[in-house]
C-alpha cells in the first residue's frame, strides 16, 4: 500500500515538475491535452477493473471463507491485475512503437493469462 501511495506521490511530483518547470527548456510536442486525457481515461479504467477484480474474487469465495480458498483467490486477483496491466500497456498512448508480443492481441499471453484465471477460480470455488 505505502508502495503504491510513493508511486502515485513521485507520478504527481513528476508531472508537477515537468509542467511548471522553467520555460526555456524544451517541451515535447506530442504531449497534447489529448495525450493526457486520453492516459487519465485508459488508467481509469484499468483502476476500474482492478475494483472489477477485487469483487469478483470476493464474490466468488464468499465472505467467511478461510484458509487455501483465500490463498488461491489472492493468487487469482494477483493474475487479474497482471492481466489487466498486459492490457492498459496495449491501451495508453506512446510515442514508441509497441513490441509485437504486446500488440497481438489473442496470443499466448491472453490464452496462459485466462486458462491461469479459469483454474485458479475453479480451483477456489472446489476448495
Known amino acids: 500500500m505505502w508502495a ?7 507520478g504527481i511530483g513528476w508531472f508537477l515538475f515537468r509542467r511548471w518547470r522553467k520555460r526555456s527548456w524544451p517541451t515535447d510536442p506530442r504531449l497534447s491535452a489529448a495525450y493526457w486525457r486520453n492516459s487519465l481515461f ?7 477493473s ?13 465472505f467467511n471463507r478461510s484458509g ?40 499466448w499471453i491472453d490464452g496462459a493469462a485466462l486458462l491461469l484465471l479459469a483454474g485458479l477460480a475453479t480451483g477456489a470455488r472446489m476448495l
Open 68 to 107: 487455501w480458498a483465500d490463498l488461491v483467490m489472492v493468487a487469482f486477483f494477483i493474475a487479474w491485475v497482471a492481466y489487466g496491466a498486459v492490457w492498459l500497456l496495449r491501451f495508453l498512448p506512446t510515442d514508441r512503437p509497441r513490441a509485437p508480443w504486446l500488440t497481438r492481441s489473442r496470443g
Open 4 to 10: 503504491l501511495v510513493a508511486a502515485l506521490l513521485a
Open 42 to 48: 485508459v488508467v481509469g479504467a484499468y483502476l476500474l
Open 50 to 62: 482492478i475494483l472489477l477484480g477485487a469483487g469478483v474474487t470476493r464474490i466468488m469465495v464468499g
